[in-house]
């Protein structure tokens, strides 16, 4: 009989703790433009900066402004807007992401 409590109190246990760090890590769920961009050049072997130009030319802006565009993304890690719908036209979800290879299960298993 106290066998079974143990178990039981364990399993419940196991259910908080489970709750809890689902809640804790729902935020990284979200991927957002700036992983949805690094995630587009992983999957189609380009860089960073070769995705902005793509972009800038599809949305017939200057290199100057695609520049200036960059450089503040490096310094603010600030996705322009232009860009942002260019990653999330282009993205699709079953890239071969680092994220994907590394942690199939979806979440990283750092706690």
Same mark, same amino acid.
């Given at each position: 009989?106290?066998?079974?409590?143990?178990?039981?109190?364990?399993?419940?246990? &196991?259910?908080?703790?489970?709750?809890?760090?689902?809640?804790?890590?729902?935020?990284?769920?979200?991927?957002?433009?700036?992983?949805?961009?690094?995630?587009?050049?992983?999957? /189609?072997?380009? /860089?960073?900066?070769?995705?902005?130009?793509?972009?800038?030319?599809?949305?017939?802006? /200057?290199?100057?402004?695609?520049?200036?565009?960059?450089?503040? &993304?490096?310094?603010?890690?600030?996705?322009?807007? &232009?860009?942002?719908?260019?990653?999330?036209?282009?993205?699709?979800?079953?890239?071969?992401? &680092?994220?994907?290879?590394?942690?199939?299960?979806?979440?990283?298993?750092?706690?």
């Amino acid at each position: 009989m106290i066998n079974a409590a143990i178990f039981i109190g364990l399993a419940l246990a &196991y259910a908080i703790v489970k709750i809890l760090l689902e809640k804790r890590l729902a935020p990284l769920d979200d991927v957002g433009d700036g992983r949805r961009l690094s995630d587009l050049a992983f999957a /189609s072997g380009r /860089s960073v900066y070769d995705i902005f130009h793509a972009a800038g030319a599809a949305w017939n802006f /200057s290199r100057e402004k695609v520049e200036d565009d960059f450089k503040r &993304y490096l310094q603010r890690d600030e996705v322009p807007h &232009y860009v942002g719908t260019y990653a999330r036209r282009h993205w699709q979800t079953d890239d071969r992401t &680092y994220q994907a290879l590394l942690f199939s299960g979806g979440r990283p298993p750092y706690l």
